[in-house]
């Protein structure tokens, strides 16, 4: 009688001991999975680091009846003493203050040290000696389709987190004063979903620094933070000291372009700001800039982008004559402003 031939199940392999290793390939981890799992434990991890130092705001106005419930939103621990940073529309109006909760279940009063609003930045200053400072970071080093977690404190006992992408970068937001109108510069674009009480949390990378502050829900599946950069630490700094922004002021408005060939050559230098409007009575005005003059230089210093004539516009300058390098028509062009004091 012949024996009976098993055969081994589909895919299996065998070894020379002719036993069927189907087990290993039942066994093997789909890379889609591994990726996720990556992606899952980095937002879990930066939620985790970060959600001691994102405090819920409950705002309060001082009334004759009273302090009354006057806003919400979030903030972001700057140092173990009780400084902290929020959106500047989250406790916009006088006589702000209010209460500030943590996912530990504590809840401290704070006060509004200054407010900026053409930065939209408030520091605000706890009651209270030992927080968890978060990390900062710099944003001018992120990447579009760089990974982003949103972390957000709405109701006070638990964090809100979202992630997403870097959507796009060097996007401008409008901010107002008073009168005054400006652009907030270098604003970061994000897919991860935000809602209004995460105004004022946290952009985090994936090292869990905070490289912005989250500032609006600009539609469905966009949203918009401040970067922390060197222009808006000092900005940080000014409030912390003074409590108050002082700047300084040129009049124009303008946006980058290309140098021209021969310019890109000489000055190894790709672009400049292009001037759109000179403010009347302003000190560019005075100064004889025009409407399609090309700005290249400022103060001694090479100038590429709006940005650059904002980092430049700092109280120290109020008042002191500074060069300007411009071209028109192609041909260079030197004149002297003196900046003025931005009044709102």
């Known amino acids: 009688m012949s024996a009976e031939v098993q055969t081994p199940p589909p895919f299996a392999t065998v070894d020379e001991h002719g036993e069927a290793r189907a087990a290993a390939d039942s066994l093997r981890v789909?890379?889609?999975?591994?990726?996720?799992?990556?992606?899952s434990r980095t937002v879990a991890g930066v939620a985790e680091r970060l959600a001691p130092s994102v405090a819920n705001l409950r705002v309060l106005r001082s009334t004759r009846r009273g302090r009354i419930p006057a806003g919400a939103g979030s903030a972001v621990v700057l140092t173990r003493d009780g400084f902290l940073i929020t959106s500047a529309h989250v406790v916009a109006g006088r006589d702000r203050g209010g209460r500030a909760t943590f996912v530990d279940g504590r809840?401290?009063?704070?006060?509004?040290?200054?407010?900026d609003p053409l930065s939209d930045l408030a520091l605000l200053r706890a009651e209270t000696d030992d927080l968890s400072p978060a990390v900062l970071g710099d944003a001018s080093r992120l990447r579009v389709g760089q990974l982003v977690v949103a972390i957000g404190n709405p109701h006070g006992f638990a964090g809100s987190v979202t992630a997403g992408v870097v959507s796009a970068l060097g996007r401008s937001l409008p901010a107002r004063a008073g009168s005054t109108v400006r652009m907030i510069d270098n604003v970061i674009q994000t897919d991860?979903?935000?809602n209004p009480g995460n105004s004022g949390g946290a952009l985090v990378d994936s090292f869990g620094r905070v490289v912005g502050v989250n500032t609006a829900v600009a539609g469905v599946g966009l949203g918009l933070a401040v970067p922390i950069n060197h222009a808006t630490r000092k900005l940080i700094g000014d409030l912390m000291t003074r409590g108050r922004v002082r700047r300084a002021y040129l009049g124009v408005a303008?946006?980058?372009?290309p140098l021209p060939a021969r310019v890109r050559r000489e000055r190894a230098q790709d672009t400049g700001v292009e001037v759109i409007e000179v403010v009347p009575g302003s000190p560019a005005e005075h100064a004889g800039l025009r409407v399609e003059d090309l700005i290249v230089e400022l103060g001694g210093?090479?100038?590429?982008?709006v940005e650059d004539i904002q980092r430049l516009m700092v109280g120290e300058k109020i008042g002191v004559p500074m060069d300007v390098l411009a071209l028109r028509s192609g041909r260079e062009l030197r004149?002297?402003?003196?900046?003025?004091?931005?009044?709102?």
């Open 30 to 39: 789909d890379p889609d999975a591994e990726a996720l799992d990556a992606y």
């Open 107 to 115: 809840e401290i009063g704070f006060r509004v040290v200054g407010a």
């Open 192 to 194: 991860a979903a935000l």
């Open 254 to 257: 303008g946006g980058p372009r």
């Open 301 to 305: 210093e090479r100038v590429s982008g």
């Open 335 to 344: 004149l002297e402003l003196v900046p003025r004091e931005l009044t709102r």
